[in-house]
C-alpha cells in the first residue's frame, strides 16, 4: 500500500493566496503594507537562503520586508541595536532573527529583546513559555511546528489521544512541535541523540515528526503501518546522478516509508513551504494587532 502525499507545497500556495487576500484588505484599511524586519548575522549560506525565500514570499504576498545583513564580526551590542530599532519602527510588524547566530552572540538575550508584540518567530521565552503551559496561550508560535501541525490538520490526521512520537529536541523544531501536540492532546515522546532502541518507539506511533537533521534516517520498517509521517529534514547529499551534482532528502527514508505510513510528506514540498507561509501569517496578524490596538508607541508609517 502507498500512503496519501501530504502536499505541503499546494497548501503553503493555497494558504498564501489567502494572505495576500487579507494585505490587500489591509492596505485597503489602513494605508499602508504589513512589514518584515530580518536580521541576518553570518555567513551560514543556508541561512541566507532561507532569509531571501522568505524576503521573497514577502513580497509576493504584498507586505514590505526590510533585511539587515550584519557580517559574522558582528557584536552583541550591533546586533542588539538592530533588534531595538526594528521594535521602534512603525513601519514593522514582525522580526525575524535568523537562526543561528554566530557562536559569539549571546541568543538568548537577542530574542528576549524582540518586542512581545513583533514576535513572529514565537522565539521570545515568554512566547515559548505559554506555549508549553496549560490553559494558556502564546500570541504567536513558531512557524515550522505550526506548518507541521497545519499539515496534520489538512491530512485529516486525529491528533487527540494519538501516539505521537517527535524525534530531535531543537528549539527551533522538536521542542516546540512536541508542546503543540501535547496542547492538542496526543501522547508525546520525544526522542534524541541519547535515546535508546529509537525504532522501537517509532513503531507504536500514529504520528511522527522527524527533526534530526540526518538524511534518511528513519526508514520504513520502523513505522507503524497507516502511521502519519512529517519530515521536517531538508539534507543536501551529493547526487552524481543529478545535473547539478546534489540533491536533498528528509529525516525519513520515503522510498521505504511510503510503503508503510498512511500519509506522508515529500521532500522538498512538503514543510519547507509551509514554514515560509506561517511566518507570513503570524506577520499578517502581529500587523493587524497592532493595527487594532493603536497602541499609543505605534505611530502609523508615513
Ligand atoms: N533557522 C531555521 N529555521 C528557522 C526559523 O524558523 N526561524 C528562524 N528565525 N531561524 C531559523
Not at 530580518?38 to 541561512?47: I, T
Not at 522501537?200 to 528513519?218: L, M, S, T
Not at 516509508?257 to 511566518?279: Q, R, S
Request: proline content about 6%.
Amino acid at each position: 500500500m502507498s500512503a496519501v502525499i501530504i502536499d505541503g507545497r499546494a497548501v503553503a500556495d493555497r494558504i498564501q493566496t489567502e494572505i495576500a487576500a487579507d494585505v490587500d484588505r489591509f492596505v485597503g484599511q489602513y494605508g499602508y503594507p504589513p512589514g518584515l524586519g530580518v536580521v541576518l548575522a553570518g555567513d551560514n549560506p543556508a541561512s541566507a537562503q532561507y532569509v531571501r525565500m522568505k524576503r521573497r514570499a514577502c513580497e509576493k504576498v504584498g507586505m514590505t520586508s526590510v533585511a539587515h545583513l550584519m557580517t559574522n564580526a558582528s557584536t552583541q551590542e550591533e546586533v542588539e541595536g538592530i533588534v531595538a530599532a526594528l521594535n521602534a519602527d512603525p513601519a514593522i510588524h514582525g522580526i525575524l532573527v535568523q537562526l543561528p547566530l554566530p557562536k559569539h552572540i549571546d541568543e538568548e538575550r537577542v530574542l528576549r529583546l524582540v518586542s512581545l508584540d513583533k514576535d513572529v518567530d514565537g522565539f521570545h521565552p515568554i512566547n515559548i513559555g505559554m506555549l508549553g503551559m496549560k490553559g494558556r496561550e502564546p500570541l504567536f508560535t513558531p512557524a515550522t511546528p505550526t506548518g507541521c501541525m497545519v499539515l496534520l490538520a489538512e491530512a485529516g490526521v486525529k491528533i487527540e489521544g494519538a501516539d505521537a512520537v517527535v524525534i530531535g529536541r531543537s528549539n527551533i523544531v522538536g521542542l516546540p512541535v512536541a508542546m503543540m501536540l501535547m496542547k492538542a492532546n496526543a501522547t508525546v515522546t520525544v526522542c534524541h541523540s541519547r535515546t535508546r532502541n529509537i525504532a522501537d518507539i517509532v513503531r507504536r506511533a500514529d504520528i511522527v515528526i522527524a527533526a534530526i537533521g540526518q538524511p534518511e534516517y528513519v526508514k520504513g520498517e520502523w513505522l507503524k503501518p497507516g502511521a502519519a509521517v512529517i519530515d521536517v529534514g531538508t539534507n543536501k547529499i551529493d547526487d552524481p546522478g543529478d545535473e547539478k551534482g546534489y540533491r536533498f532528502v528528509g529525516d525519513v527514508e520515503f522510498s521505504t516509508a511510503v510503503e508503510v505510513a498512511g500519509a506522508i510528506t515529500k521532500v522538498p514540498g512538503g514543510v519547507g513551504p509551509m514554514t515560509i507561509t506561517m511566518l507570513l501569517k503570524n506577520t499578517m496578524k502581529a500587523a493587524q494587532r497592532m493595527a487594532k490596538l493603536e497602541k499609543p508607541s505605534m505611530v502609523k508609517p508615513s
